[in-house]
T-cell receptor, first 113, second 116 residues
Framework: DAKTTQPTSMDCAEGRAANLPCNHS???????VYWYRQIHSQGPQYIIH???NNETNEMASLIITEDRKSSTLILPHATLRDTAVYYC??????????????FGDGTTLTVKP | DTGVSQNPRHKITKRGQNVTFRCDPI?????LYWYRQTLGQGPEFLTY????????KSRLLSDRFSAERPKGSFSTLEIQRTEQGDSAMYLC??????????????FGSGTRLTVV
């Protein structure tokens, strides 16, 4: 699985959009981009994933650049409960692959009042 | 189904003792994963099962560690002769096989092990 690079930490004002970047310059054509977050003392929570098109769900939006070498997770109106560590992962999604996801150290997002 | 359940939530043990953790995945999921997480680090992959077959083991999984998933349902992770370096959060996750859905993993809340 391709390696990802994320900033160690970011701050965001409550009510503003939080934009979390991720670089994955060695991504392969069959690798998806997944985002998880982990709130203190809990297991990671799946947020969103995408291949090449931008994606949106009830939690967030995922913007993937045309060359797929980077992506941005957008939380449109951050709340204090969005304070967490956010992990960006790239992973092949097929029946035959190993299936594991490799987590880095993520970005610690702090939403401030 | 209430998600992935892990027991116990916390375990304190003396060095040299054996410990066993249990994970009950989401019943429809046929893949089950174990990860270990230390403070300030992301989760590290240990092993995973597809149904009852253990398909991959990390080099992190020394001979003191063993995982089973009898009948492809719940799984247990056993650590023998625990060492202080085994102190960590042990996370279990489950998922569909990729072709059935690509919605990522569902993690449990973890078992926090402290070896004293």
């Amino acid at each position: 699985d391709a390696k990802t690079t994320q900033p160690t930490s970011m701050d965001c004002a409550e009510g503003r959009a939080a934009n979390l970047p991720c670089n994955h310059s060695t991504i392969s054509g069959n690798e998806y981009v997944y985002w998880y977050r982990q709130i203190h003392s809990q297991g990671p929570q799946y947020i969103i994933h995408g291949l090449k098109n931008n994606e949106t769900n009830e939690m967030a939006s995922l913007i993937i650049t045309e060359d797929r070498k980077s992506s941005t997770l957008i939380l449109p109106h951050a709340t204090l409960r969005d304070t967490a560590v956010y992990y960006c992962i790239v992973r092949v999604a097929s029946n035959t692959n190993a299936g594991k996801s490799t987590f880095g150290d993520g970005t610690t997002l702090t939403v401030k009042p | 189904d209430t998600g992935v359940s892990q027991n116990p939530r916390h375990k304190i043990t003396k060095r040299g003792q054996n410990v066993t953790f249990r994970c009950d995945p989401i019943s429809e999921h046929n893949r089950l994963y174990w990860y270990r997480q230390t403070l300030g680090q992301g989760p590290e992959f240990l092993t995973y099962f597809q149904n009852e077959a253990q398909l991959e083991k990390s080099r992190l999984l020394s001979d003191r560690f063993s995982a089973e998933r009898p009948k492809g349902s719940f799984s247990t992770l056993e650590i023998q002769r625990t060492e202080q370096g085994d102190s960590a959060m042990y996370l279990c996750a489950s998922s569909f096989t990729q072709g059935q859905g690509r919605y990522g993993y569902t993690f449990g809340s973890g078992t926090r092990l402290t070896v004293v």
